[in-house]
C-alpha cells in the first residue's frame, strides 16, 4: 500500500477495502513487488524469434522423450492412418472417376514429388512439422505423369526471411509478398536447403501463393507465421532434463567412491594423481604425501519422484496430451477417468482436423487435384470432398456399439456416417459385407445377424 492507501485506509476503512476489492479484479495489470520483473516482449511476430523457438523445439525433439512423444501423439491421433479423401458429386453420389484417379494418385508415392510417400504420409510429416516447428510449406509441381500433380514439402528455414523489399503495387517482408490490401501473393523460397554447407550462398526464387500451402496455427488476429507448439512447455522441459542429469551425476559420483588408502610411507605423488584421474564405479585409490582427499557428501533429493510427475503432469497440461499418453504411465488409469481424458483429447484432435489440416492442407490439395484432372481432360464441375479421418479409439467397445446401434435404430445418426467416424468407407465397407455374406452363402454358411433373424 502506497500512503494515499494508508490515509484512506486510517480515514475511511470501509471505502479502502472496497477500492481495494475493486483494484484486485485488475491484479494481472498491476505494478506488484512480485510482477515488477514480468516485462513481456511482445508477441513473437519477427522471423528472429520464431527461428530461435523453432530451433530449440527441435533439439528438444531430437533429445527430450516427452517433447518427441507430444509431436509423434499429434501426428498418430489427428492423422493416424491417413485423413482419405472421397469424391462426390451432388446428392452424396460418388464421382467414379474421380474416385479412382484420387485412389490411384493419393494411395501411392505419385503424389510426393520424391517418390517416397502416399498422401497421408506426407499428412502426417506436415502434422510433425505442425507440432514441432509451427508451420510447414507445400509446393505445387505439375510433373508429366499419370496426374500432372506432385507435391514437394519444405522446411520453414527455406523461406527466405533476409528478403525485404518496397514495390510499387507490393512489398516483401521476410520473404513473403503482400498486395496493396496486404494479401499475401508470393513467397521466396531458396533453391537448396540453406543449412547445408556450400562454396555459394542459395539463391531465393519467388513462387506464387497459388502453388504454396503454408500450414500453420493461427492464435491471434494478422499472424502470418506459425510458432512451435511446444513454446508454452519449452523451459520445463529442459529444467526437467537438467533436473533429471544433475540427480544422475550424483548418484554417479555416490557410485564410484568406495575409499581412500593411507599409506604412512610417502608414495609417488605422480602415480596418485593418476588413480584419481581414472576413478570408475568401486574405485579404491592412494591419497597423496602431505595431503587429504575429502570427498563431499551431495545430500539427497527429497521429492525427486514427486517432481518428476508434477512436472509431467504440466507439461502434459500444456500440450492438451492426457497424462496417461505422454508418460506412458497408466497406474493411475482407469475406465472413468481414461475415458474423461480421451474424449477432451479428442475435442483438441478434432479442432486440429476440422480448423487446420482439412481446410488448409487437404481442401487445397484437392482444389489442385481437380485442376490436375481437368488437364487430363476430366472436368471437376459440382465435384467436391469429403475427407474422413481416422477412427477414434475405443476405451469400451461394447458400450459405445450399442450406443452407435440406439442412435442409427432411432434415427438420430445415419448407418454411413456411423462407419465414416469408426474411419472406413462405406461404400467399400457395404461392398465388402457383402462379398462375404454372398461367399458364406455359397458355402452354405449360416451368418445372419440380429435385424436380418427379426
Known sequence: MNWLDRSIAFFAPRYAYRRANARRWYEA???????????PVGDAKSSYLS????????????????????????ASYAVGKGITPHAFVQRGLKSKAHEEFLKQWADTSLCDANNRHTLYGLQSI????????GEVFLQRVMADDLLPLKLRMLDPDFLDTNRTERGQNRDVIQGVEYDNQGIVTAYYFFERNPNEQSYSVPKSKRIPASDIIHLFRTDFAGQTRGISWLAPIMVRMRDLDEYEDAHIVRQKIAAMFVGVIRDLEPLDIEETEKALRKMEPGSWFPAPPGKTVEFSNPPSVEGFGEYI??????????????YMIL?????????????????????????VQNHILIPQFC?????????????RGLRGDGVRCLWVPPKKDIVDPLKDYQAYKIGVEENFISHASVVR??????????????NVKKQLKKLGIENETNNEKS
Open 29 to 39: 495489470a498491476s505494478n506488484a513487488e512480485r510482477l515488477r520483473d514480468w516485462k
Open 51 to 74: 527461428k530461435t523457438i523453432r530451433e530449440r523445439a527441435r533439439d528438444l525433439y531430437r533429445n527430450n522423450p516427452y517433447a518427441h512423444r507430444a509431436v509423434n501423439t499429434f
Open 126 to 133: 506436415a502434422t510433425q512439422h505442425l507440432v514441432r516447428d
Open 309 to 322: 510427475e508434477h512436472s509431467k503432469y504440466t507439461i502434459a497440461t500444456g500440450l492438451g496430451i492426457p
Open 327 to 351: 508418460s506412458s504411465d497408466f497406474s493411475k488409469a482407469n475406465y472413468s477417468n481414461a475415458r474423461m481424458a480421451m474424449l477432451n483429447f479428442y475435442k483438441l484432435i478434432e479442432q
Open 363 to 375: 481442401d487445397r490439395v484437392f482444389q489442385w487435384f481437380l485442376e490436375a484432372c481437368e488437364l
Open 421 to 434: 467416424e469408426l474411419g472406413d468407407d462405406p461404400d467399400s465397407t457395404y461392398q465388402e459385407i457383402a
